[in-house]
């Protein structure tokens, strides 16, 4: 009988081994510098679409988580009519525009006005969160928080009324500037 001889000897095999194994142990606990910015080497887009997008097409998702946080303890104080706690989260000038046709741009402490006489009308109020996303807007340097739920809202007549909404808050420098609100049709 023939003996068939090893194309590489056994040592270079072992280190083969080896080499591989030591390039495959990772701890999976990468340490990061706290930035937000996508450095993973995502394809670029090189696609055309039947639309061009009017605000922007350039997004980097998710964005910086912070942002989310911010935008949805104004939520919070909001349900909660913590309304003066609210102005430190937004810009000098803001604008809202709601999903019953209001349009509103100036001072925050008009929108807080504003607000609180919403919520002084209420007995009480809740928001059910389905989701939201953070979004970084590249082309414009600002994030977005994008967030669906369920707002229960109960009169002072005691009417209760629930609605399925949509909201999309504008951030740059850390402060709110812009939000805007859609409903489902009941």
């Known amino acids: 009988m023939r003996q068939l001889t090893p194309v590489f000897p ?3 095999f072992f ?3 080896a080499c591989f194994l030591l390039s495959a142990c990772t ?3 990468a340490k990061t510098d706290g930035s937000t910015k996508n450095t993973g080497s995502a394809p670029k887009d090189t696609l055309t679409y039947a639309y061009h997008a009017l605000y922007s097409s350039d997004i980097t998702v998710p964005g910086d988580p912070v942002i989310a946080q911010k935008v949805l303890t104004v939520w919070k104080m909001f349900e909660t009519a913590q309304i003066r706690e ?9 604008r809202y525009d709601d999903a019953s046709g209001m349009h509103f741009y100036g001072p925050t402490d008009s929108l807080l006005a504003f607000a609180k006489s919403d919520i002084d ?12 996303q953070s979004a970084h807007v590249n082309d414009r340097n600002e994030d977005m ?3 669906w ?4 809202r109960y009169s002072r007549n005691g009417k209760a009324d629930t609605v399925l909404m949509q909201e999309n808050w504008k951030v740059r420098n850390g402060k709110v500037f812009a939000f805007d609100q859609y409903v489902a049709k009941k």
């Open 10 to 12: 056994a040592s270079a």
């Open 15 to 17: 280190l083969l081994v």
């Open 27 to 29: 701890s999976g606990d």
């Open 86 to 94: 609210m102005k430190p989260y937004f810009a000098d000038s803001v």
């Open 121 to 132: 009308a209420l007995d009480s109020m809740r928001f059910d969160i389905i989701m939201w």
């Open 145 to 147: 928080v994008n967030i």
């Open 149 to 152: 739920s369920r707002e229960r």
